[in-house]
């Protein structure tokens, strides 16, 4: 089996290396197009997604991220990640781009400063068992669910916070650092279907 990337320019990438690799999974930190090349699929981890974008391009990063996205490379981006993968972002900095895949709008920092972080309890139709306990650190949310995408979970007030969209997912939320790997679980069954179709 192809080994699974993580996205290793910036954010909390070692802590997806080790939920990924606890569930199994050999694990390439992806810093170089070689690099990318070699996984079967790719986590994009939190951060900073203006940071995370200009390091891409330094890199040379980032026409490769696009290109494996549009070839089918099965994605999971979780907050910083999640707004990488968005084909609209609002409220970036100047200049900031994303790789784009997913059919959404999203705006960053979106739950401004009283309640930029919390951590809160939500149904997730596609995994099952209990609710998912989510930590959301200066997170952004999905204003807009294009008809391409599938909103897979939202806060009470009814914001979308999960998408996925053929071999994309994302997570406004952090479950790399809850403890409950059911989205890591999901991603990596996406990734095994992916590779017995190629
Ligand atoms: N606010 C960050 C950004 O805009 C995301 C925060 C996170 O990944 N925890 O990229």
Redo the contacts with the bound molecule.
Sequence with gaps: DAPIGVLALQ?DFREHADVLRALGAEVVLVRRPEELARVGGLVIP?????V?DKLARMFGLFEPLRAAVQDGLPVYG????L?MLADTVLDGIAGQQSIGGLDIIVR??AFGSQAASFETDLQVAVLSGAPMHAAF????VVERVGPAATALARLADGRCVAVEQGNLLGTSF?PEITGDYRFHEYFLRRVAAAALRR
């Excluded at 650190?137 to 952004?140: E, H, K, M, S």
């Design positions: 954010g939190g951060g900073e997604s203006s995370m979780t907050c910083a990640g707004i960053r920092n650190i200066r997170a952004p952090h």
